[in-house]
Nanobody, 115 residues
Framework: QVQLVESGGGLVQPGGSLRLSCAAS????????MGWYRQAPGKQRERVAA???????TYADSVKGRFTISRDNTKNMVFLQMNSLKPEDTAVYYC?????????WGQGTQVTVSS
């Protein structure tokens, strides 16, 4: 069984920063892609950022230059550093991992950007 546990969400003022973390545990191996999706109320889930095992990173246009994704392969962890946060970044953020030739999802962590 594979588990993804996220942490780091919360309430932050516009212009502030948050760092999300996600740890994958259990019977998971051959992790290829790790990343983050988000879903705002009334909107479809969208990919925010992803990073391959070869450290190739991709970002949604809306977060380029503000968010940075990274990973620690020794601990099966992925991180999302979010800077210059905007109210439109408010959403539930989901960790996503591709391993064992399957997709796995975290339970989601709420990020709220508001003054």
């Amino acid at each position: 069984q594979v588990q993804l546990v996220e942490s780091g969400g919360g309430l932050v003022q516009p212009g502030g920063s948050l760092r999300l973390s996600c740890a994958a545990s259990g019977n998971i191996f051959s992790i290829t892609i790790m990343g983050w999706y988000r879903q705002a109320p009334g909107k479809q889930r969208e990919r925010v950022a992803a990073i391959t095992s070869g450290e190739i990173k991709t970002y949604a246009d809306s977060v380029k230059g503000r968010f940075t994704i990274s990973r620690d392969n020794t601990k099966n962890m992925v991180f999302l550093q979010m800077n210059s946060l905007k109210p439109e970044d408010t959403a539930v953020y989901y960790c996503w991992v591709v391993g064992n030739k399957a997709d796995y999802w975290g339970q989601g962590t709420q990020v709220t950007v508001s003054s």
